[in-house]
């Protein structure tokens, strides 16, 4: 059985996110699926395989992280849609079917893929007691990302408090579902991004997520208001970084990026 490592939200190798992508006929028992997520020890493996012609969608696809399955995640869904692009298992927009609903990958001429994503519908909330301690950083503002991340978003003073941060990850476990997003505006637009953020998801066995794109999902709505623009670009600012264009459509996100596929091998369990 073929798996491949895709780094995510990048154009080139050893950046991004990566994820484990396989191609299946049909989805394993659940137990399989998580052993596997546990051996590629990457934020998620995405498990997709073909569906009958004629139906809403293309493909069905779920996402494992080492610890547990998600309901929804950005990154390896760029990465299942790079390799059914690239090997020629799918040809032109793929519609995944989800924890989420149906998702749509869309390759670019430029190599790019938009994925179309729910927009997170952002509730605000007060900082919980303790979280500016455990995250070393005041909180501006605080919202509630909703249901399909279960995220808290919290703004800080600027970029270089984003950079700076060094939480407590055991601590930040106990105020959110999945993790916590932080943000600020960006020092320097010229530089090529309008935001920046860092996401810690300790509850699903991610200390530090390298790039997020179903975070982007509640970063485009809380920027774009901020900034008066639907178009944006953010940039993920992790040890390997990765830059992530959004477009906010309403009820909808479009959430765009490169992927490049850096092993190709073979599963033998």
Excluded at 89 to 97: D, E, I, Y
Aim: aromatic share 6%; with cysteine.
């Amino acid at each position: 059985m073929r798996i491949r490592i895709v780094d995510a939200f990048t154009d080139r190798p050893f950046a991004g996110n990566p994820a484990g992508v396989l191609l299946l006929d049909s989805f394993p028992d659940d137990a399989w699926l998580q052993n596997v997520a546990v051996e590629v020890n990457h934020a998620e493996t995405a498990f997709t395989h073909p569906l009958p012609a004629g139906g809403e969608a293309d493909w069905a696809l779920r996402w494992f992280t080492p610890t547990t399955e998600v309901a929804l995640c950005g990154h390896a869904t760029l990465a299942a849609a790079h390799v059914l692009h690239t090997t020629g298992a799918h040809r032109g927009p793929v519609r995944f079917t989800t924890r989420s609903g149906v998702l749509v990958a869309t390759p670019g001429d430029d190599g790019s893929i938009t994925l179309d994503f729910p927009t997170a519908p952002l509730t605000p909330v007060a900082a919980p007691n303790g979280v500016a301690e455990a995250l070393g950083a005041e909180p501006l503002a605080t919202f509630d990302t909703g249901p399909n991340t279960g995220d808290l978003l919290i703004e800080v003073a600027d970029e270089g408090t984003v950079l700076g941060l060094t939480p407590d990850h055991k601590a930040l476990a106990r105020y959110s579902k999945r993790g916590i997003i932080t943000t600020a505006r960006a020092e320097d637009p010229s530089r090529g991004y309008d935001f920046v953020s860092r996401c810690f998801f300790p509850n699903v066995g991610i200390d530090e997520d390298p790039v997020t794109g179903s975070a982007h999902t509640a970063l485009a709505p809380f920027w774009s208001e901020r900034l008066g623009r639907t178009t944006l670009t953010g940039l993920q600012a992790s040890p390997r970084s990765g830059l992530v264009r959004t477009e906010l459509r309403g009820e909808r996100t479009l959430l765009t990026g490169h992927a490049v596929t850096v092993v190709d091998g073979e599963l033998l369990a």
